[in-house]
């Protein structure tokens, strides 16, 4: 067996592949579900390991991954939105990255183009907290969805946009723009 490391969410194939299936499993135990079977190692037999896990039935908590049926797409990206603001969010650079697209860019408030991996090596927690105002959602497409959105306390009023798209049944981000509001 070789193992070879790989840039996580850069757009490699299996990496993105293995994080699917992460935040699949995520969701279905949330949900108290049976995860999606992955491919698993060569020769390892079903349910017959020590070290598998067992999913056991339990109620679903109210957080992101079991959010209602009835909830909106436009509410679950707010709500996604809004985790990317939190400091527990903020502090997990894997978290962060697996709300944000492969492709994902940012124009920010003081005009900086921002890579993925720009903000990935740098986000932290805020300084302080931002509000955050919806001024409006748009559905774009099936899998498109816009926020606009003001966010003060980060220095002054910041009028926001972000582009969330989703992928299978993620919701990611895919472009953020801040401008100062005068």
């Known amino acids: 067996m070789r193992f070879q ?20 499993a995520a969701q279905a135990y949330a949900a108290g579900r049976e ?15 020590e070290h598998a896990f067992e999913v056991t039935t339990r109620q679903p908590e109210a957080d992101l991954f079991s959010l209602s049926e009835e909830v909106s797409d436009e509410d679950k990206v707010v709500a996604l939105e809004r985790s990317l603001l939190s400091d527990e969010v903020r502090a997990d650079p894997a978290g962060v990255a697996g709300l944000l697209h492969p492709s994902w860019q940012e124009v920010g408030r003081s005009g900086r183009l921002r890579t993925r991996e720009q903000l990935l090596a740098e986000i932290a927690p805020l300084a302080e907290p931002v509000e955050l105002e919806v001024v409006d959602t748009q559905r774009l497409g099936a899998d498109l969805v816009l926020v606009l959105w003001r966010g003060s306390g980060d220095g002054g009023s910041t009028l926001r946009s972000s582009l969330w798209q989703r992928t299978g049944q993620q919701w990611r981000q895919r472009f953020h723009q801040g401008t100062p509001e005068g």
């Open 35 to 49: 995860p999606e079977a992955g491919p698993g190692f060569a020769g390892a037999s079903p349910g017959g390991s």
């Open 5 to 24: 490391w790989v840039k996580g969410h850069a757009g490699h194939g299996l990496n993105e592949e293995a994080d699917r299936l992460a935040n699949a």
